[in-house]
Structure formats: C-alpha cells, structure tokens
C-alpha cells in the first residue's frame, strides 16, 4: 500500500500542523453467514458459528491531512470509506494502526442524530447539539441562531413529526453548522435536500474553510471534490489507489469505476436505467484524434461513447450532457435530434459514438454524462452514466461567461462606423 | 491558518464504555435520562402523573389482595408501608434492569453515528428511573406522614439501602444490556427472571414470614441483595417493629454475602460492558 511505505516506523504524537495523522489503519469485519442471536439456534447448530467470512475494510491506510486542509474521500460504494470515517469519527475500533486529531473532532456520519419526533424542535435542537458535542449551556446560548438559519423561527414549539422532511434537514444542518469543532467529519450529508439548500451547504463549507478549520469530506461527487477539496484520496476494496490533486484523483475513481463497469457484481455508481445497453467508457479527443482531458479552446473536438448492447435495439437514442462546474447543463446533443435513424443493432453489439464539435465553451472544467434511450415516444433510459468523464477547456483568457462564441462587435458612431473583427 | 493549530494531538482509539471528558458524560447522561423522561408518558392524558400513579396503582391491587382476601397483612404492623416500600423498591429495580435490557439496541442510530463512552445509555436508563424514585419515595413520605409514624434518627441512614439497590440496579443493568446485544434470548429470560424475584423477594410479605416458615429458608431468602435492602429500609423507617436485615440474615457477617453480590454483580456488568464497548457498534 502507498502508506507503508513512509509510516511503517512513526509513532506518538504527529507534527506541528497536522489536524490529523492517520498510519496504517486496518479494520477487518467478521460477517457470520448466518447471525446467530437465540440460545435455540446455538443449541440446534453449535458449530455453525464457526462458518462466517472476514472482511477487509480497511488495509493499512496513512495519511497526514493539514491543519486548515479541505480533504475528500472518494470511491464506490462499500469501498471502505464510510469505515475509515467511523474509524476517524471513534465509532469504531480500528483492529491496528493508530489514529491521532488534534483539536476537537465532529462527526456527521448522518444529520440529526438522535432527534426524536415527538419532541419539539427546540428540544430535537439541545439534544442533537449535545450529542455533537455542545455543552447544554452552549447549546441553550445558540439556539436562536441556531433556529435562525434555519429559517424555522415560526415552527420552533410545532413537535418533529410535524416538520417536513426539508424542513427537517434544514434544522439538522443548522445544528451542524454552529458546533464549531476543528476537524468536521462529513459523509455524503450534501447529497439530500433541494438546489436552494444544497447551495447553503456549500456556503458553509466554504465559510468554515475561511475559518481555517480542517474538513474531511466523503462523496460520490467528482463536482464537488474539484470545487472544494485542497486534496482527495480513492479507496476501493479498503485499499488506498491514490491521494493527490482532487482531478487526478477524480478521473482515477472514473477509471476504477468504469475498469469495473462491465462486470455484473458490485454496485456500481450513479447509473440509472434498464442495463439494455451499457455504456463502456466515455472519453474525449482533441483534433489529433487523441485521448485528452485537456481540450484547447474553439479547436475541434470530439466526445466518444462506447457502448456494448445487451438487447436488440432499433433506432437507439444516444446522447450526452455536458455540465459546468456548478452543474449547470451547457451542452446537450442527442442522435435523435440530428440522426433518428441510428440503426439496428443486436445483443452483444459494440457501438462507439462519435459527436464532433467545435469548442467554444469558457475556460473551466467540464464533466460528461453520457446517456442512451429507447426509441419511441416513452424515451425509456436503457443506460446513464452521471458524470462518466471530465476534461478542461484550455488556452483562452477567462471571459466570466459560459461559452466563448465566435463573434464581431462594431460600435456605431453618429456618422461613421468602425469595424474591429474577432 | 487554523487558530487551533496549537491544540494538543490526542489519539483516536475508538469507542469505548468510559472516555473522554467527565462533563461531556455527564451532560449526555443527563440529557438523554431527561428526554426518556420525557417521553416515558408521551401522549398520555396524565402524562407524568403515570410515573406515580403506576407503582400505587401496583400497591393499591396488592393492598387488597392481601389485606382483605389473603390476609397477610392483618398480622403485620403499619403493613400499608411495610408493603409500599417493597413495591417502590422493587418497582424500581424492575423498571431500570427491564429497560436497560433493550437499552443499547434501541439506541442502535446513535450507537452507530456518534461517538460518546457508551457506558452513557445504562446510566441514562438508571437516572431516568431514579428520577421516578425520587416521586415515589415522596409518595411514601405522605403515607409515613398520614399514618403516624414518629420519625426517628435511622431515618438518616436510609439514603444508604437505597444507594446500595441504584449501584445494584444499575450493575446488572449494565450486564443485561450488554448481553443482550449479541444474545437476544436475555429479553424474555430476564422477564421470568424479574417476575421469579417479584416473589422471592420481601415485597408484599416482612421477611419474617419466611424466617417463621423456616429459619433456613429466611437465611437463604436474605442472601438475595434485594431482601437486605427492603428489610434494611422498612427498618430503619419503622424501628423494631421490623426485624433489621441484619438479624434477619442471623448476624452481620452474613450481610457480607448480599453485599458481596452486590459489588460482584456490578463490578461483573461493569467488566462486561466495558468488554463489549468498543465492538458494540459493529454487533448490533
């Protein structure tokens, strides 16, 4: 593993600036095939006991995190990231390694832990706070600001249960975001509630950020690890793959996801649809017809699909969007638009997809959600793969906007007009 | 830069029964014995009214039963109490060991999200319940009161059998909730367990009614912690009335073997729990 190689012989307290040490961290689960719970089933089969499975969730990972450093953890789902979390957060016990904070540590695995519906918000509030790790006076004293930010000032003596789910979210990330603990510890939480909401969450990463505390962020999103996170690191199967730039980081997890993506076992991310077709890989070429996840500013380029066919298809609708950093749809091409007729094709079949165009988008990062749909007017998604691949346009000046068009301006004066091209 | 670079590095060793800060134990403690509280009577028309209402209502059926149709009580001296203190006690030790069973189970969502010395949730069970002893020894207090009972000096001593019957309560507390967690047989074992101690125990009957029966059985009766602690508190409450526990047991060095239980059984939940704490999170 990448860790060994340095922390084999550290031990005792990390250095100055370090939030957070971790060393060869290793945790194992023991997965009895069948969960024997009653003296009965002990009694009938006393050695069934004995037939149960290790598993390794976690194999020797190290990392030092900064102190004031915004970390993410990525990889696929069961990849051990949620375990490595619980390990940090001292929910579990790692079987070896040591683990070392510096500071006060805030978990959240989950948001609201311990509310209870049939208790009030401002209830829910104090409880929730102290359980983060609030004193109940410090609770008491921002409870208002609090209840504030979450927009709930009308609804503080209405019982949870009454609560809408959003509303409920809103409460529970408020508490969040006033227990002011060093190191936050947060796993998929940004991934619930509405545009609106998701917006204020970023808002406060981004404050804590500024006040320099340490975050450690696990997500399935590569959008959010390249506009947060100073560094990222990948685990898959309990393994550390990499640690480094949050885009490196992101198109190995791509990578690893699609190395995987043919195989039946396993969950796979961010992928919807009736598996009819499965798309292989995604990439884009620049005008050499290379590979290249750096794309040179109104030069041609190319998007290429690859999809296998699991069904006969007639007519299939193949199409991709391409998203901005903040998500935001800034191109979006489908065959049926252009080719209806993209012909018949049988199980087993390969197809590779090929959408040329000019890059006129700004300088910026982009990511590309390939799709294909049945034909017909139901438009059934036979396969979806969310942000499958991410490239960089390059080579222009920064103009704010979110395509760089070709264009002319002339300015018009009373009697004559002056001509400047583009 | 961070403003708290300056912070001493601690080492993350995982959960365990106790850690941590002192007041941070205590304010969860505290906080989650008060929503239990709380939420114990939820909904309920009377609401806390239960939490009093539902031991005397438990004297009021034993009352009759035995003083008007068993007529136990007619030999025995101010039985209204004799038998009030057997149920107040008894209810307790019921009530804290039974709910504490289930206890970390039920609290699986915080178990497995949050980090805090998981000793937390049998504690927070036991002071739940004590607060509901505190009302009821109230209760008692008004029928000392309204029946006559002179108070004396001993009365001072007897904050010490109720401290012995909380460490007790919450020792094999500890121990059944743990256990339970992997062994899920310990729910209905220990509801005969409770019941089978309802009888074996001095509540609705002075010890002396065994000891009369047979010397024997009443030595062997008072081995069990919870008769040294009704007798010992019904007499230091009453006087000579009621035989002490000492003399009940046949001298003082027989109290060493309920005393003994006493620190054994807590000292093992303690051991166990303690053992269990730090995997707790993955068992459940």
């Keep these: ?422 | 830069m961070n403003v708290h670079a300056e912070a001493p590095a601690r080492r993350i060793t995982g959960p365990a029964a106790l850690s941590g800060d002192w007041r941070r134990f205590l304010n969860l403690t505290m906080t989650l014995a008060l929503t239990d509280w709380k939420l114990r009577f939820f909904g309920s028309v009377l609401g806390y009214a239960w939490s009093l209402l539902r031991p005397l209502l438990l004297f009021g059926i034993l009352y009759v039963v035995f003083s008007q149709i068993v007529r136990i009580g007619d030999s025995v001296e101010n039985y209204p109490i004799v038998l009030l203190v057997g149920v107040v006690l008894f209810t307790y030790f019921a009530e804290v060991t039974g709910d504490c069973v289930t206890s970390v189970v039920d609290r699986e969502s915080l178990v497995r999200k949050v980090s805090f010395p998981r000793m937390v949730v049998p504690l927070s069970v036991a002071v739940s319940s004590s607060f509901n002893l505190a009302l009821n020894l109230v209760a008692v207090a008004v029928f000392v009161a309204a029946s006559g009972v002179s108070p004396r000096l001993s009365w001072l001593l007897l904050p010490l059998p109720i401290l012995a019957l909380i460490v007790l309560a919450t020792g094999v507390g500890m121990l059944l909730s743990a256990l339970y967690v992997s062994l899920r047989d310990i729910g209905p074992i220990w509801d005969v367990i409770s019941q089978g101690l309802f009888y074996a125990s001095p509540v609705f009957f002075p010890i002396e009614f065994v000891l009369k029966f047979s010397d024997d059985l009443g030595r062997a009766a008072m081995t069990n912690p919870l008769a040294t602690i009704i007798t010992e508190s019904r007499h230091l409450l009453l006087g000579d009335s009621v035989l002490g526990a000492s003399q009940a047991a046949g001298g003082k060095v027989m109290l060493l073997i309920p005393l003994g239980l006493i620190l054994a059984l807590t000292a093992l939940g303690f051991w166990v729990f303690n053992r269990n704490a730090p995997r707790v999170a993955e068992a459940l």
């Design chain 1, 1 to 422: 593993m990448l860790g060994s190689l340095y922390a084999r012989s550290v031990s005792g307290p990390p250095l100055e600036g370090i939030a957070l040490a971790v060393r060869e961290v290793s945790k194992a689960f023991r997965l009895p095939h069948e969960q024997v719970h009653t003296l009965k089933e002990r009694a009938l089969h006393p050695f069934r006991t004995r037939s149960e499975e290790t598993l390794d969730a976690l194999n020797e990972i190290s990392i030092d995190i900064r102190s004031g450093e915004f970390f993410g953890i990525v990889g696929r789902n069961g990849s051990g990231k949620t375990t490595l979390m619980k390990c940090l957060a001292g929910i579990y016990r790692p079987d070896t390694g040591e683990i070392w904070a510096r500071g006060r540590v805030a978990p959240f695995i989950e948001l609201g832990v311990g509310f209870n519906p049939d208790l009030t918000a401002r209830d829910n509030v104090l409880i929730n706070a102290v359980m983060l790790g609030l004193s109940p006076t410090h609770a008491r004293e921002r409870y208002d600001s609090i209840i504030e930010y979450a927009e709930l000032e009308r609804f503080t003596e209405l019982k949870l249960k009454n609560y809408s789910s959003g509303m409920q979210v809103r409460l529970a990330f408020s508490v969040m975001v006033h227990v002011d603990a060093d190191l936050l510890l947060i796993d998929e939480v940004l991934a619930v509630g509405d545009s609106a909401f998701q917006r204020k969450c970023h808002d406060s990463l981004m404050a804590a950020r500024a006040d320099g505390r340490t975050i450690l962020l696990v997500t399935h999103d590569m959008n959010a690890v390249q506009r947060f996170c100073d560094r990222a690191m990948l685990i898959d199967h309990g393994d550390m793959i990499t640690v480094g730039d949050p885009r490196d980081v992101s198109r190995r997890y791509e990578e690893v996801n699609m190395a995987r993506y043919g195989r039946s076992d396993g969950p796979v991310v961010a992928h919807a649809g009736d598996g009819t077709a499965a798309i292989l890989d995604c990439w884009m070429e620049d005008e050499t017809g290379e590979r290249s996840a750096q794309l040179p500013h109104g030069r041609p380029a190319r998007v290429r699909v690859e999809v296998e066919m699991r069904a006969d298809a007639v007519h299939p609708n193949f199409g991709f969007m391409i998203t901005d950093e903040q998500g935001r749809g800034v191109l979006a091409i489908a065959s049926e638009a252009t080719k209806p007729q993209s012909g018949h094709f049988n199980a087993g079949e390969t197809v590779t997809v090929d959408v040329a165009f000019d890059c006129v988008l700004a300088v910026g990062g982009y990511s590309v959600s390939p799709e294909v749909r049945h034909s017909g007017t139901e438009r059934r998604l036979k396969d979806h793969r969310e942000n499958a691949t991410s490239f960089d346009v390059v080579g222009a000046a920064v103009s704010g906007g979110m395509v760089d068009l070709p264009h002319s301006i002339s300015f018009a004066r009373a009697a004559t007009v002056e001509r400047t091209g583009s």
